[in-house]
């Protein structure tokens, strides 16, 4: 059945097995957040637009954090659940599921798996790999926009991607920092996760990941 389904859906239905699996007090990469925490989160971000913009709007972070109150009341299976069916039929976000979650469903389902501090990388098909570099191509650049040398993501089996460079960097340029491993985790890297399996070449500290 998983087979028939995009990546985003797999990835949620995997996700909300293993947020129900571990129960509502487990860790997860996201600081200060515990399982509950990311059901809550995942559960707001498409079904409350309002208080989600909270999350990249101060003036609007007070509702978020209501709102999330709120959510995080709620029985914690009954929420991981309803989060898990879906976009219901005249949410819009059903629409752009593939768009708007590939990325988001990878990376939470990777902050709980790795939840206990273990880098557990997997095997994807080169379909899947390919909708994560799309991905990571985009916005790695946004991401390591204030790093201080050129970084130089090679993702396995794809295109290097160069981010941050004002002085047009070579193949073979110095003072750079270059980044290698599966494409995964260099999404997972630049989106600030550390528990991951990468080669690195040069000084990490050169590096700064922004939020977005």
Same mark, same amino acid.
């Given at each position: 059945m998983l087979g028939c389904m995009s990546f985003s859906a797999t990835e949620r239905v995997r996700l909300a097995d293993l947020l129900l699996e571990l129960g509502p007090e487990a860790p997860t990469l996201c600081e200060g957040w515990d399982t509950r925490d990311m059901a809550v989160h995942l559960y707001l971000r498409e079904n409350n637009p309002l208080a989600a913009a909270g999350m990249f709007v101060p003036a609007m972070s007070g509702l978020l954090a209501r709102a999330s109150s709120k959510a995080g009341e709620r029985d914690y299976t009954e929420l991981v659940r309803d989060w898990a069916d879906g976009p219901g039929r005249f949410n819009p976000v059903r629409f752009i599921d593939p768009v708007m979650n590939t990325a988001e469903h990878f990376i939470h389902h990777e902050d709980v798996r790795r939840g206990d501090g273990v880098a557990r990388p997997r095997d994807f098909s080169r379909v899947v790999q390919a909708q994560l570099y %799309?991905?990571?191509?985009?916005?790695?650049? %946004? $991401?390591?926009?204030? *790093? $201080?040398?050129?970084? !130089?993501?090679?993702? $396995?089996?794809?295109?290097? !991607?160069?981010?941050?460079?004002? %002085? +047009?960097? *070579?193949?073979?340029? #110095?003072?750079?920092?270059? !980044?290698? +491993?599966?494409?995964? #985790?260099?999404?997972?890297?630049?989106?600030? %996760?550390?528990?991951? #399996?990468?080669q690195v070449d040069g000084n990490l500290a050169d590096a700064h990941r922004t939020g977005l």
């Open positions: %799309r991905v990571l191509a985009t916005m790695a650049p %946004r $991401t390591l926009k204030n *790093s $201080t040398v050129p970084v !130089i993501l090679h993702a $396995t089996g794809f295109p290097r !991607i160069v981010a941050a460079d004002q %002085r +047009g960097v *070579s193949v073979d340029g #110095e003072n750079v920092l270059r !980044i290698r +491993g599966d494409v995964g #985790e260099l999404l997972l890297w630049i989106f600030g %996760r550390d528990v991951v #399996e990468l």
